[in-house]
Every structure is written in C-alpha cells, then in structure tokens.
C-alpha cells in the first residue's frame, strides 16, 4: 500500500528570497528561546546550536490529536496498574530477563528493594505516548511506544507554537494560527516534580536530576530547571551523574538519601536508560542506593520496567488489557491504538511470528529491550537477525511489531550548519503526549494529561530521534 499525503499549510516551494529571509528569522527565534542543543562534534558548554527543527508546522488530523490526548490518563492509569502488578512483570519478563543483562539488572534492583520492604510507596511518572499516523489503517493513529522514563523535549517543545506563530506571521499567514494548539507540556511536567515534592514533606529537602556525563539536550532539561525554580523559589535542585551520585549520597538510618547535607525528597532520571549510563558497577550501585531510599523516584524502578517493549507486547495480547481494565469503552479505545505485536518467545506463537517475518520482512520492525532510539531493526535487518537468532534464546530478548507507514507531509528541515535554502523534502512525523501521574500501589493521587511534542523526519528514515540527529522537532497543524 503506498503512503497517503497530506498537503502542507502553505503550498510549497516557497520563493527563494522570502525562505531564505524567513530561516535567518526562525533560527534567530530559536536560538534566542533555548530551541537548541549542545553540538556533539564541536562541544563546548559557551554555546548551543538550534536544535533541527521544521519550518512549518506539519499537518495533523484534529479527531486523531484529541484522541491522543484523551487517551493519556486511561494510558497512564493503565501503566500504573501494570507496574504494580508484579506476578504481571514477572511473567512477561521472564524470558527477556535471561538473554537481556540491563533489563535483568534492573529486575534485580526491584526485587532487592522488594524484599528488603519498600520504604516509599509514592511513584512519579512523567509519561510520554508516541504514536505514528497509519496509511493502511486511514491514518489513525497507532501507539509506536509508551516512555517510562527520561522522556523528553516536554520543555522545549512548549516553545514550539510560539516560534510556528512568529514564522507564519512572517510569512503573511497569521490567520493559519488558529489551528496550532497551545502547548504548556513544560509546566505540566514540572507540576509533577513539585507535587511529588509536596508530598515528600520536608521542607529542607531538594530535588536531584540524574544526568548524562555530558547533557546535549541541555536546553530541555535546564527548562525544568528554570521552571521549578520560578515557580518555587524554595526548591533547591541538583544535577548529578550516577557516578556523583555513588560518590556524593549516602543513606542515613531513616533511609534517607542525603546530598550535601538535605534528604533528596524527588529523583528524576534523564539518564540510566540505557546500558551505556552504567559503565561500571559504580553507577549500578549508585541507582540501587537510590532505589532503597525514601525519595520519590521518577520513574520508580517498576514504572520503569513497565515501560519495555516486552511490557507493550504482552498487553497488546488477547485478554490482557481486560486483565487490568475490564471490557468497557476505554479498553476498546486503547486495543484500537495497539498495532501487530509478537512475541519472539519459544512457543507455538513465537515460531509462528518468526517465520512470518522472515517471510515478509519488509512489514515489521524488530525491537530490543532498550530506549533512546537506533536500536530497532527494519526490512533486510529483520530477517537477518532473525535467522541468526531461529535457534538461540536470544530472540526471547525482542518483540517483533508491524510496521506503521504514515502519511507524508512535504516540508523544509532547518538544521544547524546545513545549507540554506533546504530543499523540500517528504517527511512523516511522530506525536507524543505527554502525562502526570502520582500514585501508591492502592491509590492514584494524581493523573493528568499535560501536553504534546511532534517530531518529523525524513519519509525514508527508519527512525527520527531528535537527539539522535535524525529527527527535527516540530508543532502539530491540526487539519
Ligand atoms: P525508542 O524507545 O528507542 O525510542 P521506539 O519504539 O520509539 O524506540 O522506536 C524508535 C523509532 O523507530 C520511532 O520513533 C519510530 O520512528 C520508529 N518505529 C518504531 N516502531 C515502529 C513501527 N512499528 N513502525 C514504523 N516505525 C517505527
Ligand atoms: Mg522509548
Ligand atoms: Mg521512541
């Protein structure tokens, strides 16, 4: 089936002189409004770059964009209830965990803090759902992941409408505001913190970022940081990597995690998703520390855990949304936005799904235990792993989806040091929204949906992570 296409908001090409008049604007715009990145092959911490973004705002369909954002707090519910269900987690992870060492560590942790007795029962997750657009299935949306943890651009995103609104405006097309939603993803998620904060209760307490040695995405993390402070002048925050924190934090006999001399109340993970951040045992160490104190974790590890591909996998199998939803309304709505998911098991389904792919490989993506975006497999990949892995249990440690091909959008990519004018090129973009929720095992204290990112990327790129390098960010054009 080909791919279905949307017209862009302003017909393309546009003249010569009046791009090249308005990409000088818009990247002034966004330099000057923390739409950037640190550059990766000339680091420096006295500078950012703009981050790659789209020129114009890329089409999307109204009742697909509202479906997304009235589904976030059924979806957020849904991944609370999933993490703590543990016989769940350890039922669908148990043949990942053999194959998959990061997966299994962080199993490990879980049931460590587990068995010692939970010392904080408060979880904070700020969720983002992602979702591709499907030709095949009249360009509904279909949910590509669900981020548990680190999920990000909530904050630059935010400003995105704002600089959409300056470059139509420049462009004489003001009136095509009406149609850009407004985007407030970055307080929304900082309201998170702050409640989480609140409910921790010790007002001399501060709040930790676990970050990378190096932070390129600085600009959206540092917002949260601007943000909380603006907001509560009294919140102290810190940034450490994991191997600070092994080396700065201790527990005190309260379980308390103390830094430099206060109970760290909220820990919020942009780091220690993936097997990199953990170069040697200091850092596992280090997140275990933090696991077994009284600090709210953002994710708690079983937030964390919930949100792996295998997680995604099980609950798109029959039964298992009615497991933690019941037949209503809501469970049909969610089963609609699931695609072909497949266990990779050594079963009767698992040798049926992997002789299916490697039939017609072009149909699926082949997906590891892991974030952060270039891991998957796609079309030739996908059949020659799997013939490599037929026999061997490491094929337990993936999940095999179908692939979403979503309609194509033509447009302009302004990236940092590209020429300029771009040329027009086909693009599919990516949707995320983002939610809040705060909860025990027993009680749901607070669930909001709180915003949206969109990002595009090139129509023949497999994958399009903004700080990946392939993606640009974007604002959704509702049509
Ligand atoms: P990660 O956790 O690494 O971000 P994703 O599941 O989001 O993993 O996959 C990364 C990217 O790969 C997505 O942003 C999307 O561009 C592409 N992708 C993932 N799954 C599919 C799919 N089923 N069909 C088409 N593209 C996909
Ligand atoms: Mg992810
Ligand atoms: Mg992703």
Redesign the pocket.
């Given at each position: 089936m080909s791919q279905a296409r949307f017209a862009s908001c302003i017909p393309l090409p546009l003249e010569h002189k009046v791009l090249v008049n308005v990409i000088e604007k818009a990247k002034d715009w966004a330099l000057m409004h923390g739409v950037g990145m640190r550059d990766k092959k000339h680091f420096t911490k006295d500078a950012i770059q703009i981050a790659p973004f789209v020129l114009l705002p890329s089409p999307f369909p109204r009742t697909e964009f509202t479906k997304a954002i009235e589904l976030q707090t059924v979806l957020n519910e849904l991944m609370h209830k999933v993490a703590h269900n543990e016989e769940f987690l350890e039922h669908t992870l148990q043949n990942a965990l053999q194959v998959d060492e990061f997966t299994a560590n962080l199993y490990d942790i879980w049931v460590k803090v587990r068995n010692e007795g939970i010392t904080q029962s408060v979880s904070l997750g700020l969720f983002r759902s992602?979702y591709l657009m499907h030709t095949a299935d009249q360009n509904r949306i279909k949910q590509v992941?669900f981020?548990t943890v680190a999920a990000s651009f909530g904050a630059i995103s935010s400003n995105l409408p704002a600089m959409s609104r300056y470059i139509l405006r420049q462009l004489n097309r003001g009136d095509l505001i009406k149609n850009m939603p407004e985007n407030r993803a970055l307080s929304g998620l900082c309201s998170g913190i702050i409640e989480a904060y609140d409910l921790f209760g010790i007002p001399s307490a501060v709040v930790l970022f676990v970050v990378e040695e190096v932070s390129y995405n600085i600009c959206d993390q540092r917002f949260h940081e601007f943000e909380i402070s603006e907001t509560r002048p009294d919140i102290m925050i810190f940034r450490k990597t994991l191997n600070e924190i092994y080396e700065e934090t201790e527990l005190n006999d309260k379980k308390q995690l103390i830094l430099d001399g206060h109970p760290v109340a909220v820990v919020y993970y942009r780091s220690g998703y993936e097997p990199a951040q953990y170069p040697s045992s200091r850092e596992w160490d280090a997140r275990l520390r933090v696991e077994r104190s009284t600090a709210i974790k953002c994710p708690s590890i079983h937030y964390q855990l919930a949100?792996t591909k295998k997680v995604q996998q099980a609950l798109a199998a029959a039964g298992a949304l009615e497991r933690f939803m019941g037949s209503s309304a809501a469970t049909t709505r969610v089963r609609d936005i699931f695609t072909g998911l497949y266990s990779l098991d050594f079963d009767e389904n698992g040798e049926r799904a992997v002789e299916m792919a490697i039939a017609d490989a072009e149909r699926f993506v082949l997906k590891p235990q892991r974030?952060?975006g270039g891991n998957n497999l796609y079309g030739e990949e996908v059949r020659d792993a799997l013939l490599r892995m037929r026999h061997s249990r490491e094929r337990a440690a993936y999940i095999l989806m179908e692939r979403i091909l979503p309609p194509l959008v033509s447009g302009y990519v302004v990236r940092p040091g590209a020429p300029v004018p771009p040329q027009v090129v086909d693009l599919v973009s990516e949707l995320g929204i983002f939610g809040v929720i705060i909860g025990t095992k027993d009680k749901i204290i607070s669930n909001r949906q709180v915003g949206h990112m969109l990002r595009t990327k090139l129509a023949d790129a497999d994958e399009g992570g903004v700080a990946a390098g392939l993606g640009a960010l974007d604002s959704p054009y509702l049509i």
């Open positions: 992602d992941e981020n949100g974030e952060g």
